[in-house]
Each structure stands twice: as structure tokens, then as C-alpha cells.
């Protein structure tokens, strides 16, 4: 029975961290002191994720950068892609591999995302010999994504929030659209300084930690902050999460709102926002957005 994400998610990012400083710690070159132990390896290039027949999950874009592994419900590690590791097991083996983000953006901090379903392998391990795996993942079907935006339909589901003085209009132009036929865009300047938009619905979220989190696909001139509004008894509280940082090319993020929501678990509901200046030393920054995804169980 392959880990439960919900309840051992966070204990085992520590875990993997802790196990490859300990690594580093033995001394000598040789990691397998032991002549009878000689390790099997496994080989991944890549995690594909592909399309969930029984789910409506939209773009499939994503930034998985490295595998999770465990071997028959062990951990062995998380590897950073493409990668070649030892293993001390041999045999007929089940092999689950767990698609790794970077938590935020940053790259110092590494997890594997709970909605992308695992790859199992039934692989047979040989000492000495590398197998080489090909996980390809999924959304897991338990998956809620209450609000999508893709740009392609009529409407948007975001608003201007109070003071806003620029807005968050449709893009067709080519070199401004991610995928298909429409981007989301800002268009920052002296005179239209800052954009503030908040999305025109409001969501119910789990209050008891489980995971939430924030996906897009960006490409910006200007940073931008990340986060939500509190819809609690008798205030609403704007709770910053997490900013982007202007980038030349299109990036995608995974932001964790799982804590804020946590902490914040009087709320009613929550509204999530962008916001974003003008840098002063610049005259004009393009923001561009595409498949906003709000993701929980």
C-alpha cells in the first residue's frame, strides 16, 4: 500500500534532506563498505504527466524536476532529474515514483506534489545492473479544482480589487500566449502603476491542513505577490503568501497555501489576489498570466 500524502507529506521532506546530509557525513569515498552489499541502480530521465481520463484538469503544463522514490513502501530518496542512484534491494521490487516542484519557486526547497498521483513499477533489481524506469503521472482522481482559468473561455474570473489602476485583460498577440489561443495580461506603466485583482469568487478550503495549493504559468516584467483574503466573522484578513520574481521566459509555479489556510481557520471562506508595481526604474512591465489552478482534496 503506497503512502498516505495527507498525514506523512511534510515528515518525509524532512526525512529525505536529513538522510543526504548523514550521506555526506561518512567518511571516505566509498558509500558500501560491505563487499557483499553491491547495490542495484535505477536510471530516470524524466516523469511525464499525462492526462487523467476521469478528471477535467485542463493544461497539463507543469515543472517536475525530481523523482521521490520508494521501494516497496521504503523511501530511497528524492533525485534531482535526470538521475542514476544505487538502491540496496534486489528482486521482484515495486517501485513508486512521486513527481518533484519546487515548493514556491524557490529552489532550495523541494517536495513532491500530492496532487500528481505516483508511477508504480513492478521491476526486478539486480546488483551491479541499472534498471531503468519511465514513471509517467496523472492528477489523482480525488483531486477538487474549484477554480480554473484558462483564459479561452468568455469571462475572467478575477476583478479588480480596490484601487487597482491597471487591468487584467485577454491577450491574443503571439509571443504573449502560453498554450492555446488566450494569455491573461497587465500591462503596467507611470500612469497605471499597480494592479490589484481579486478573484470574483470565494472559496471554501480544508481547515484541518490539508493540502492546498496554487498553480500558474507566468512570464513577467514586474514581481508579483500571491496571496489570499480571509473572509472571517466580523473582518477580512489580506494574508500575503508568496511572490514571483520577474522572468524573461515562461516559468510555472507551485504555491503552498496549505499553512496560511491552517492558520486562518476561522475563515468563512478565501478570495485569492495578485498585486504588483511598476518598479520605479522602470517605464512600462507586462505581466502575463495562464492556467490558474487552485488545487485541494
Not at 561518512?26 to 547495490?39: N, S
Amino acid at each position: 500500500m503506497l503512502p498516505s500524502i495527507s498525514h506523512r507529506w511534510y515528515r518525509e521532506q524532512s526525512i529525505v534532506w536529513l538522510v543526504s546530509i548523514l550521506m555526506l557525513m561518512i567518511p571516505g569515498c566509498e558509500l558500501f563498505d560491505d563487499p557483499v552489499e553491491i547495490p542495484a541502480y535505477i536510471t530516470i530521465e524524466e516523469i511525464d504527466l499525462v492526462n487523467n481520463p476521469d478528471l477535467s484538469e485542463g493544461s497539463l503544463s507543469n515543472y517536475i524536476v525530481d523523482a521521490w522514490v520508494y521501494v516497496d513502501d521504503q523511501l530511497i530518496g528524492a533525485f534531482e532529474l535526470p538521475a542514476t542512484f544505487p538502491v540496496l534491494h534486489r528482486g521482484d521490487k515495486e517501485v513508486a515514483v512521486y513527481a518533484g516542484v519546487f515548493l514556491n519557486g524557490v529552489r532550495a526547497t523541494r517536495v513532491y506534489y500530492p496532487f500528481y498521483a505516483p508511477s508504480v513499477h513492478q521491476v526486478r533489481l539486480t546488483p551491479d545492473s541499472i534498471t531503468t524506469i519511465t514513471p509517467v503521472v496523472k492528477y489523482d482522481s480525488r483531486i477538487k479544482m474549484p477554480l480554473h482559468e484558462s483564459f479561452e473561455l468568455g469571462g475572467v474570473l478575477f476583478e479588480d480589487g480596490p484601487h487597482s489602476l491597471a487591468e487584467l485583460t485577454k491577450t491574443d498577440l503571439s509571443g504573449e500566449v502560453f498554450e492555446g489561443n488566450y494569455s491573461g495580461k497587465v500591462e503596467l506603466n507611470k500612469t497605471d502603476s499597480m494592479f490589484h485583482v481579486i478573484s470574483v469568487q470565494a472559496y471554501i478550503l480544508p481547515s484541518a491542513g490539508g493540502n492546498v495549493f496554487l498553480e500558474l504559468d507566468y512570464k513577467t516584467e514586474a514581481p508579483v505577490m500571491v496571496g489570499l483574503y480571509a473572509n472571517k466573522p466580523g473582518q477580512v484578513a489580506r494574508l500575503d503568501v508568496a511572490g514571483v520574481l520577474p522572468n524573461d521566459e515562461w516559468n510555472k509555479v507551485y504555491i503552498n497555501l496549505t499553512p496560511i489556510v491552517f492558520r486562518n481557520n476561522d475563515a468563512l471562506d478565501f478570495r485569492i489576489y495578485f498585486t504588483s508595481y511598476l518598479p520605479e526604474d522602470q517605464k512600462e512591465a507586462a505581466v502575463l498570466f495562464d492556467n490558474i489552478k487552485l488545487i485541494h482534496f
